[in-house]
């Protein structure tokens, strides 16, 4: 049995829920986007798209467009000459705060695999000795800079 928050077992209705969150929240532009405009405040579309870089203008248009739909995100017409808009989050959007907050955490801890010997760095890939099991950060690459008693 999955227990909830509250320690109770999920209902079907609860399991439910949960796939409309993933509805919500699944696309992969959408917590970008909700997070660059958390941080920057109100952003009008060339800015959203030079912050994030590798988004395409339609995808980032339609991303808007869908966000706005979901109660996300609003926009704002602040001139028509010439014509431009902002964007900024609802209330409903900026409660999402802590919810990206605890998925980036979650996250980046299942992506750490190690942290480097030299320097202290998280590590996202395998760069482990396998004589000592010492871990390296790319700047302190194995077996170059490694001087342990395995490597000859």
């Known amino acids: 049995m999955v227990l909830n ?11 439910d829920d949960l796939g409309d969150i993933g509805n919500l929240l699944g696309r992969k532009w959408y ?7 958390q941080e920057s405040g109100s952003m009008g579309f060339n800015e959203l798209k030079r912050e994030l870089a590798d988004i395409s203008s339609k995808v980032l248009s339609e991303t808007l467009k869908q966000l706005e739909e ?3 995100v609003e926009r ?11 964007y900024s989050l609802t209330e409903r959007g900026d409660s ?13 801890d299942g992506r750490a695999i190690a942290v480097c010997d030299g320097c202290g760095d998280t590590l996202v890939d395998d ?13 302190h690459r194995l077996p170059e800079s490694h001087d342990c008693p395995g490597i000859e």
């Open 96 to 108: 999402l705060e802590g919810v990206i907050g605890v998925i980036h955490d979650w996250y980046a």
């Open 5 to 15: 928050g509250s320690g109770e077992g999920r209902t079907d209705e609860s399991r």
């Open 127 to 139: 760069r482990t000795c396998s004589y000592c099991s010492d871990s390296y950060c790319p700047a």
């Open 76 to 86: 704002e017409m602040v001139s028509d000459k010439p014509f431009r808009v902002e």
């Open 70 to 72: 979901r109660a996300l």
């Open 31 to 37: 917590l970008p986007v909700i997070d660059q405009i």
